[in-house]
Structure formats: structure tokens, C-alpha cells
């Protein structure tokens, strides 16, 4: 029985590597064949209808699209460009944000909704940068997770944006436009951005969440989607529903 025991151990053994690639072929297998037709024609039409799409929160540097990002949740980019200006003369880096009082903070945050959260997670945020990162702006989502207001919706625009990292951000507009392309089914924006993942090119994820957010904003609204004019109408299985 010893005997028999070894033998089996060493061929169990011997054919795990084997049968660890077997996995991975086939789990590979699986997404290629779950990636939906569309994928790539839509990517191409994007790329051809927003060649120049790009982060619309202004900045000069990671610290300030880390906060700008931060303020965005629940508000829209052009309002939150509207204070940062002055934000950003009074406390240009981690180090005079943290020493603003909240007072301040919430007197030039006052336009955008939830401003007395906002001033205080601007606030935690920044004394989390000069205590735990020599108010530098983390390079990793690991690290950027773990400040006052960052998911990591924020965390992969500024991986994207400010370091050139490669980032999938499920904001409402990528949630959206891809549950009607039926990249993916999911509403949560952590597992819609698993399943974005695996069937989008890595070195385009960036860029491709910049096209796709123009494209909600242009044109394929929550509410009232302009299929008639869509150019990418005839890819889209929501679009040939609404025409039926």
C-alpha cells in the first residue's frame, strides 16, 4: 500500500505543472470565447469618433487629479473645475491641504454636493500623504485605496492619467455603455470592471474609458439614448431592441 501511495504522490506530482497550464489554457479559452463579437468594432469606431478623448478634470500633477477625482463623486467634472482653481492657488500640494482648516475647505468647496464630506476627506486625505507617504501621491491602487475617499475608481484614473498605468474606471457612463453593448451584465463597478477586463486590450484600457465616457456624454445618455444618429448603433444589441 506504501508503495502504491508513493507512486501515486510522484505522478500527482509530476503532472501538476501540466495540469496547472491545462487550466489557465482553458480558463482563457473560456473569456475568449465569452468575448462578445462588438468588442473590437466599437473599440475601432470609438477610436475614430473621440481620437482625442481624455481626462476632463483639470490638473498639472497626480496630487491635483488624485483630489479633483476625488471631489467628482456624485457631481460633474465642470463643476468641480469650477473650485479647484482656487484650491489649488491656496493649497497646492499635500502639505498645505493638510494645514487648511475644514472651515476654508468647505467655504471653497460650497458649489459641489456633500461639500462638508468632501472638505473632510480632502482633509484626511492629505494628512494620510504626508504622515504615510512623504506627500508624495502612492503609485500603487493598493496604497492609493487606502486614503479618505479613494475606491478604486479613483485609484485606476490616476494610475492611468498621472503614471501612465493601465486602468479600467466603471464610472456611471462605462457601467452603462457596457451592460448595453453587453460586455457585461454586471452592476456592481468592481465585477463590471473584472468582466471589462477580459475582453479589453490592456494597453488601451485608459484610453478606451476616456471614449466610452465621451460617447455617454454625447450621445448615449441614461435617459433618451440618441440611437437614430449613433454611429455605433448598428453594433449596439440595446439600440437594435429600441428599433424593434
Same mark, same amino acid.
Given at each position: ?15 501538476? @505543472?501540466?495540469? #496547472? ?14 468575448? @462578445? ?6 473599440? +475601432?469606431?470609438?477610436?475614430? *469618433? ?36 482656487? *484650491? ?8 498645505? &491641504? #493638510? ?5 476654508? *475647505? $468647505?467655504? !471653497? =468647496?460650497? @458649489? ?12 484626511? =486625505? ?8 512623504? /506627500?508624495?501621491? @502612492? $503609485?500603487? *491602487? ?9 475606491? %478604486? ?5 490616476? &494610475? ?15 457601467? %452603462? ?16 470592471? %473584472?468582466? =471589462?477586463? +477580459? ?12 471614449? !466610452?465616457?465621451?460617447? /455617454?456624454?454625447? !450621445? ?8 437614430? !444618429? ?15
Amino acid at each position: 500500500m506504501t508503495n502504491t501511495s508513493s507512486r501515486r504522490s510522484a505522478s500527482l506530482a509530476k503532472n501538476t @505543472p501540466q495540469r #496547472a497550464n491545462s487550466r489557465r489554457s482553458a480558463a482563457a479559452t473560456r473569456r475568449k470565447k465569452r468575448q @462578445p463579437r462588438n468588442v473590437e468594432p466599437i473599440c +475601432d469606431q470609438l477610436a475614430k *469618433l473621440y481620437p482625442d478623448a481624455r481626462c476632463s478634470l483639470t490638473h498639472r500633477n497626480a496630487f491635483e487629479l488624485l483630489v479633483a477625482t476625488v471631489l467628482s463623486a456624485q457631481t460633474t467634472d465642470e463643476r468641480v473645475n469650477s473650485v479647484t482653481g482656487e *484650491l489649488f492657488e491656496r493649497y497646492p500640494d499635500a502639505q498645505t &491641504l #493638510a494645514g487648511a482648516t475644514i472651515g476654508d *475647505l $468647505q467655504r !471653497i =468647496l460650497r @458649489p459641489l454636493g456633500f461639500f462638508r464630506a468632501k472638505a473632510d476627506s480632502l482633509s484626511r =486625505l492629505s494628512r494620510s500623504l504626508v504622515h504615510d507617504f512623504g /506627500g508624495d501621491v @502612492p $503609485q500603487t *491602487l493598493e496604497e492609493l485605496v487606502t486614503l479618505a475617499g479613494v475606491g %478604486r475608481k479613483t485609484a485606476n484614473v490616476v &494610475l492611468g492619467n498621472a503614471f501612465n498605468t493601465p486602468g479600467i474606471t466603471v464610472d456611471t457612463h462605462v457601467g %452603462r455603455l457596457s451592460r448595453r453593448w453587453g460586455w457585461t451584465k454586471e452592476t456592481n463597478a468592481e465585477k463590471a470592471e %473584472r468582466d =471589462l477586463m +477580459d475582453i479589453l486590450p490592456k494597453d488601451q484600457w485608459t484610453v478606451l474609458c476616456h471614449r !466610452i465616457i465621451a460617447h /455617454g456624454r454625447a !450621445i448615449c445618455h441614461a435617459r433618451g439614448p440618441q440611437c437614430g !444618429i449613433c454611429p455605433i448603433a448598428s453594433l449596439c444589441p440595446s439600440a437594435k431592441l429600441e428599433s424593434a
